[in-house]
Protein backbone atom coordinates (compact mmCIF):
# COMPACT_ATOMS: atom_id res chain seq x y z
CA UNK A 1 0.00 0.00 0.00
CA UNK A 2 1.40 3.58 -0.90
CA UNK A 3 -1.86 5.76 0.77
CA UNK A 4 -3.79 6.27 3.50
CA UNK A 5 -6.46 5.90 1.43
CA UNK A 6 -5.44 1.74 0.03
CA UNK A 7 -4.55 0.79 3.32
CA UNK A 8 -8.37 1.08 4.68
CA UNK A 9 -9.48 -0.39 1.53
CA UNK A 10 -7.44 -3.42 2.36
CA UNK A 11 -8.90 -3.55 5.82
CA UNK A 12 -12.27 -2.71 4.39
CA UNK A 13 -11.73 -5.71 2.15
CA UNK A 14 -10.34 -8.19 4.67
CA UNK A 15 -6.63 -8.13 4.40
CA UNK A 16 -4.40 -9.26 7.69
CA UNK A 17 -1.56 -6.74 7.51
CA UNK A 18 -0.24 -3.63 5.40
CA UNK A 19 2.73 -3.45 3.88
CA UNK A 20 3.78 0.33 3.57
CA UNK A 21 5.92 1.24 1.02
CA UNK A 22 6.01 4.28 -1.44
CA UNK A 23 7.04 4.99 -5.09
CA UNK A 24 5.79 1.44 -6.40
CA UNK A 25 6.55 2.55 -10.70
CA UNK A 26 10.13 1.57 -8.29
CA UNK A 27 8.95 -1.18 -6.86
CA UNK A 28 8.63 0.48 -3.84
CA UNK A 29 10.84 2.54 -1.70
CA UNK A 30 10.48 3.29 2.22
CA UNK A 31 7.36 5.91 2.71
CA UNK A 32 7.37 9.07 4.72
CA UNK A 33 7.47 9.52 8.36
CA UNK A 34 4.06 10.94 8.06
CA UNK A 35 2.77 8.34 5.92
CA UNK A 36 3.59 5.55 8.26
CA UNK A 37 1.81 7.65 11.84
CA UNK A 38 -1.36 8.90 9.94
CA UNK A 39 -1.55 5.00 8.76
CA UNK A 40 -1.07 3.69 12.27
CA UNK A 41 -2.88 5.75 13.62
CA UNK A 42 -6.13 5.30 11.41
CA UNK A 43 -6.10 1.75 10.38
CA UNK A 44 -6.76 -0.99 12.76
CA UNK A 45 -4.11 -3.48 10.79
CA UNK A 46 -0.47 -4.40 11.48
CA UNK A 47 1.71 -2.09 9.39
CA UNK A 48 5.19 -3.49 7.91
CA UNK A 49 6.80 -0.89 6.44
CA UNK A 50 9.04 -1.13 3.68
CA UNK A 51 13.07 0.01 4.30
CA UNK A 52 14.31 0.20 0.89
CA UNK A 53 16.13 3.18 0.32
CA UNK A 54 15.73 3.45 -3.58
CA UNK A 55 15.13 1.99 -6.65
CA UNK A 56 17.60 -0.57 -8.60
CA UNK A 57 19.58 -2.89 -7.28
CA UNK A 58 19.97 -4.16 -3.71
CA UNK A 59 23.49 -3.96 -3.44
CA UNK A 60 23.81 -0.95 -0.52
CA UNK A 61 27.13 1.03 0.25
CA UNK A 62 27.61 2.52 4.00
CA UNK A 63 26.15 5.31 3.91
CA UNK A 64 22.40 3.66 2.04
CA UNK A 65 23.00 0.91 4.98
CA UNK A 66 23.14 3.98 7.25
CA UNK A 67 19.62 5.67 6.11
CA UNK A 68 17.99 2.62 6.24
CA UNK A 69 19.16 1.60 9.90
CA UNK A 70 17.83 5.11 10.84
CA UNK A 71 14.33 4.19 8.64
CA UNK A 72 14.11 0.67 10.86
CA UNK A 73 14.03 2.97 14.08
CA UNK A 74 11.80 5.67 13.33
CA UNK A 75 9.48 2.61 11.98
CA UNK A 76 9.86 1.24 15.56
CA UNK A 77 8.85 4.80 17.06
CA UNK A 78 5.68 5.45 15.10
CA UNK A 79 4.26 1.97 15.70
CA UNK A 80 5.44 -0.24 12.75
CA UNK A 81 4.88 -4.10 13.84
CA UNK A 82 6.83 -5.35 10.98
CA UNK A 83 10.04 -4.63 8.58
CA UNK A 84 10.28 -5.59 5.14
CA UNK A 85 13.36 -5.36 4.02
CA UNK A 86 16.91 -6.73 1.80
CA UNK A 87 20.00 -6.59 0.56
CA UNK A 88 22.30 -8.27 -1.55
CA UNK A 89 25.96 -8.62 -2.41
CA UNK A 90 27.53 -8.46 -6.29
CA UNK A 91 27.95 -11.27 -7.21
CA UNK A 92 23.87 -12.28 -5.49
CA UNK A 93 24.27 -13.60 -2.73
CA UNK A 94 22.20 -12.34 0.91
CA UNK A 95 24.54 -9.30 2.37
CA UNK A 96 24.39 -11.32 5.79
CA UNK A 97 26.18 -8.35 7.17
CA UNK A 98 23.59 -5.90 6.24
CA UNK A 99 20.83 -7.81 6.97
CA UNK A 100 21.87 -9.42 10.63
CA UNK A 101 22.43 -5.26 11.13
CA UNK A 102 18.79 -4.89 9.86
CA UNK A 103 17.31 -7.89 11.63
CA UNK A 104 18.78 -6.96 15.09
CA UNK A 105 17.74 -3.50 14.63
CA UNK A 106 14.34 -4.64 14.13
CA UNK A 107 13.93 -6.75 16.82
CA UNK A 108 11.63 -7.58 18.46
CA UNK A 109 9.78 -6.50 15.18
CA UNK A 110 9.94 -9.38 12.93
CA UNK A 111 11.47 -8.85 9.09
CA UNK A 112 10.38 -10.06 6.12
CA UNK A 113 13.27 -10.06 3.71
CA UNK A 114 11.58 -9.38 0.13
CA UNK A 115 11.99 -9.86 -3.43
CA UNK A 116 15.11 -9.01 -3.80
CA UNK A 117 15.67 -12.91 -2.75
CA UNK A 118 13.83 -13.69 -6.57
CA UNK A 119 17.18 -12.26 -8.05
CA UNK A 120 19.57 -14.51 -5.84
CA UNK A 121 22.28 -16.61 -7.81
CA UNK A 122 20.91 -19.78 -5.14
CA UNK A 123 17.75 -19.32 -3.82
CA UNK A 124 18.55 -22.61 -1.30
CA UNK A 125 21.62 -21.04 0.16
CA UNK A 126 19.35 -18.17 0.52
CA UNK A 127 16.74 -19.55 2.41
CA UNK A 128 19.40 -21.26 4.91
CA UNK A 129 21.52 -17.32 5.38
CA UNK A 130 18.01 -15.61 5.88
CA UNK A 131 17.03 -18.65 8.66
CA UNK A 132 19.93 -17.88 10.03
CA UNK A 133 20.23 -14.41 10.14
CA UNK A 134 16.80 -14.60 12.11
CA UNK A 135 14.54 -13.33 8.99
CA UNK A 136 11.05 -14.08 9.94
CA UNK A 137 9.43 -14.48 6.55
CA UNK A 138 10.14 -14.47 2.99
CA UNK A 139 8.50 -13.04 -0.14
CA UNK A 140 8.68 -14.51 -3.26
CA UNK A 141 7.06 -15.58 -6.89
CA UNK A 142 9.64 -18.67 -7.28
CA UNK A 143 12.19 -16.48 -8.98
CA UNK A 144 9.86 -16.56 -11.76
CA UNK A 145 8.14 -13.53 -13.66
CA UNK A 146 4.51 -14.10 -11.11
CA UNK A 147 4.00 -16.06 -8.29
CA UNK A 148 1.67 -18.34 -10.06
CA UNK A 149 4.65 -19.06 -12.77
CA UNK A 150 6.79 -19.89 -9.58
CA UNK A 151 4.09 -22.31 -7.80
CA UNK A 152 6.03 -25.40 -7.96
CA UNK A 153 8.96 -23.65 -6.87
CA UNK A 154 7.57 -21.85 -4.13
CA UNK A 155 6.16 -24.80 -2.82
CA UNK A 156 9.71 -26.59 -3.02
CA UNK A 157 11.06 -23.49 -0.97
CA UNK A 158 8.33 -24.06 2.02
CA UNK A 159 8.92 -27.28 2.25
CA UNK A 160 13.11 -26.39 2.55
CA UNK A 161 11.68 -23.90 5.09
CA UNK A 162 9.62 -25.89 7.00
CA UNK A 163 8.91 -24.23 9.95
CA UNK A 164 12.01 -22.52 10.18
CA UNK A 165 10.20 -19.09 8.44
CA UNK A 166 7.42 -18.35 6.58
CA UNK A 167 7.05 -18.17 2.78
CA UNK A 168 4.93 -15.03 1.88
CA UNK A 169 3.88 -16.07 -2.47
CA UNK A 170 3.80 -12.21 -4.07
CA UNK A 171 4.26 -11.25 -7.53
CA UNK A 172 0.90 -10.45 -10.11
CA UNK A 173 -1.39 -12.14 -7.44
CA UNK A 174 -5.15 -11.08 -7.35
CA UNK A 175 -8.58 -12.47 -7.24
CA UNK A 176 -8.53 -14.55 -10.49
CA UNK A 177 -5.04 -16.32 -9.32
CA UNK A 178 -5.09 -16.39 -5.85
CA UNK A 179 -7.22 -20.03 -5.47
CA UNK A 180 -4.72 -21.47 -7.90
CA UNK A 181 -1.57 -20.21 -6.06
CA UNK A 182 -2.63 -21.51 -2.59
CA UNK A 183 -3.53 -24.88 -4.43
CA UNK A 184 -0.68 -25.36 -6.33
CA UNK A 185 2.08 -23.92 -4.09
CA UNK A 186 0.64 -24.39 -0.68
CA UNK A 187 1.40 -21.36 1.07
CA UNK A 188 -0.89 -19.92 3.50
CA UNK A 189 -0.03 -16.08 2.85
CA UNK A 190 -0.11 -14.13 0.17
CA UNK A 191 0.73 -10.79 -1.05
CA UNK A 192 -1.56 -8.41 -3.06
CA UNK A 193 -2.11 -4.57 -4.23
CA UNK A 194 -5.35 -5.49 -6.48
CA UNK A 195 -5.49 -1.85 -7.36
CA UNK A 196 -7.20 -0.08 -10.18
CA UNK A 197 -7.40 3.73 -11.49
CA UNK A 198 -8.93 6.28 -9.97
CA UNK A 199 -9.32 9.44 -11.75
CA UNK A 200 -8.05 12.08 -9.67
CA UNK A 201 -9.47 15.88 -8.46
CA UNK A 202 -9.35 17.97 -11.16
CA UNK A 203 -7.69 21.88 -11.18
CA UNK A 204 -9.29 23.30 -13.90
CA UNK A 205 -8.45 22.98 -17.46
CA UNK A 206 -5.37 22.19 -16.69
CA UNK A 207 -1.90 22.65 -18.84
CA UNK A 208 -1.37 19.79 -21.52
CA UNK A 209 1.84 21.05 -21.86
CA UNK A 210 3.37 20.48 -18.17
CA UNK A 211 3.35 16.63 -17.38
CA UNK A 212 4.97 15.57 -14.09
CA UNK A 213 4.24 11.60 -14.45
CA UNK A 214 6.50 10.02 -16.21
CA UNK A 215 4.10 7.04 -17.48
CA UNK A 216 2.34 8.27 -20.50
CA UNK A 217 -0.07 5.28 -20.68
CA UNK A 218 -1.66 7.27 -17.30
CA UNK A 219 -3.30 10.62 -17.02
CA UNK A 220 -1.51 12.81 -15.53
CA UNK A 221 -4.44 13.36 -12.53
CA UNK A 222 -4.87 9.58 -11.99
CA UNK A 223 -3.65 7.30 -9.34
CA UNK A 224 -3.72 3.38 -8.62
CA UNK A 225 -5.96 2.71 -5.11
CA UNK A 226 -6.41 -0.65 -3.65
CA UNK A 227 -10.26 -1.63 -4.37
CA UNK A 228 -11.87 -3.16 -1.60
CA UNK A 229 -13.60 -5.40 -3.53
CA UNK A 230 -11.07 -6.97 -5.39
CA UNK A 231 -9.24 -7.23 -2.41
CA UNK A 232 -12.83 -8.90 -0.93
CA UNK A 233 -12.37 -11.54 -3.95
CA UNK A 234 -8.96 -12.70 -3.13
CA UNK A 235 -10.00 -13.28 0.42
CA UNK A 236 -13.01 -15.57 -0.54
CA UNK A 237 -10.52 -17.26 -3.60
CA UNK A 238 -8.12 -18.35 -0.64
CA UNK A 239 -11.12 -19.42 1.61
CA UNK A 240 -12.45 -21.37 -1.43
CA UNK A 241 -8.72 -23.10 -1.15
CA UNK A 242 -8.75 -23.91 1.97
CA UNK A 243 -6.53 -21.68 3.33
Known amino acids: MDSVESARAALAGGADRLELCDNLVEGGTTPSAGMLAVCVENVALPVFVLVRPRGGDFVYDDTEAAVMLRDIAAARELGALGIVTGALTSPGDVDEYLTRALVDAARPLPVTFHRAFDVCRDRDAALDALVRLGVSRVLTSGGAATALDGAVEIHRLSALAGDRLAILAGGGVNESNAREL ?28 VRFR ?6 ETTRLVTDVSRVSRVREAVARAGA
Open 214 to 219: RMPDIA
Open 182 to 209: VLRSGVREIHVRCADQMVGRSYGPGNPA
